[in-house]
């Protein structure tokens, strides 16, 4: 599909998410993992609880599993923490032991025709996709908690754009933004953001460059960061180099004339949002050109090749003549470059000996200069 930045969810491959790491957000992930994706029923030791879209029902040592906790009050500490930033409600029954989890922010939307029928009411593990809010990891920017390495992954995740017209690098991948004017990011951008130091945000780089390869751009402008697992209609390439310095020269070229304060970074996340839209549309009018160009190209090879009349030989660098040397009388016979006898001149109708000749040259001179 193509997820665009004004969609309020996204898609997360269950296989691709990072269930190591450390960050509250990994605990939302695996709970809502094994939430129920359809109304139903759950059996917990001989118990039959009726189970909502995006809740789970068990016990503890299920919920424990799930967490990969070891402890019970682990595992209720991180239930706590959960429900108060308003990520899930959770309730544990003091008689029957039973615990139920609802997700809050449960997407419903991406369910398909796929989820309404059927007797299983979970998911498999590590199959099929996770719909997630694209604001979801916005709550702890706003109360200033520090990022682990999991929210870090589902904070970029979530803010991946694709084919978005105020960013023209999204049209070679699937980019990382953060709102308008956040196409082209830095390490001490991210690390206020994540409340991290610049050298813990170039390491993380380092140990998920297979998730989001970083391209730097000259001077102090900052990097563009892909987002290679970005679930997309079309399948993608890693951009080159080269072609992220296009588009970064060609928005300068547009921005040539227009005047802004601020720093490098600032000043080049306003010309990316200001003139995407027309190096859009000038790179798929030239690529539409080129199309034209090759077909037409393709199309008078074709007619050269129809025309041409005589027979594709392989070049031929050498040619031979025979001066009948080794003829006993040089006007009786005639040999060609191979000694091959072609025949006395009398049988030769009006002596024509030119014409044998004329035959010996075209058969070994290169011909082919149509």
């Not at 991406?110 to 719909?131: A, D, H, M, V």
């Not at 997630?132 to 999991?150: D, Q, S, W, Y």
């Not at 993380?204 to 970083?214: D, I, K, V």
């Not at 970074?265 to 160009?293: C, G, M, P």
Request: hydrophobic share 35%; proline share 3%; charged share 30%.
């Amino acid at each position: 599909m193509k997820c665009l930045k004004k969609y309020s969810w996204v898609k997360v491959p269950r296989g691709e998410i990072p269930f190591h790491g450390k960050g509250i957000l990994i605990y939302y992930m695996r709970l809502a993992s094994r939430a129920a994706f359809r109304k139903g029923t759950a059996r917990y030791c001989g118990y039959t609880n009726a189970v909502e879209v995006g809740s789970w029902g068990g016990g503890m040592v299920g919920l424990k599993s799930i967490l990969e906790v070891k402890k019970r009050r682990d595992a209720l500490e991180i239930m706590d923490e959960l429900q108060m930033l308003g990520y899930i409600t959770y309730t544990l029954e003091p008689d029957t032991k039973v615990l139920t989890y609802k997700i809050t922010d449960w997407i419903v939307e991406c369910s398909g025709k796929e989820c309404s029928e059927g007797e299983n009411i979970y998911t498999t593990p590590k199959y099929g996709f996770l719909c997630m809010p694209r604001n979801i990891t916005e709550r702890l920017v706003e109360k200033g908690h520090k990022f682990g390495e999991a929210d870090a992954w589902l904070d970029l995740w979530c803010h991946t754009v694709f084919r978005d017209k105020g960013n023209a690098f999204s049209f070679l991948a699937p980019a990382i933004q953060y709102g308008k004017f956040g196409s082209v990011l830095t390490l001490e951008t991210l690390g206020k953001r994540w409340k991290w130091e610049k050298t813990k945000v170039w390491r993380f780089f380092q140990f998920y460059c297979s998730y989001f390869p970083l391209h730097r751009l000259p001077g102090s402008f900052g990097c563009v960061i892909f987002n290679r697992f970005y679930p997309t209609q079309d399948e993608c390439d890693d951009p080159s180099d080269e072609e992220v310095m296009r588009i970064l020269e060609l928005i300068r070229i547009k921005a040539r004339n227009a005047h802004t304060e601020g720093t490098d970074n600032e000043r080049i996340n306003r010309f990316v949002a200001w003139k995407s839209r027309k190096v859009i549309s000038d790179l798929e009018d030239a690529y539409t050109r080129e199309e034209i160009q090759e077909k037409n190209k393709e199309s008078s090879d074709f007619r050269d090749v129809e025309n041409c009349r005589v027979a594709e030989i392989p070049p031929i660098i050498r040619a031979y003549f025979s001066h009948g040397r080794n003829c006993k009388n040089s006007r009786n016979c005639i040999y060609d470059c191979s000694s091959i006898d072609i025949g006395e001149t009398e049988s030769l109708e009006n002596g024509d000996i030119g014409a044998v000749r004329l035959y010996s040259l075209m058969t070994f001179f290169d011909l082919d200069t149509c």
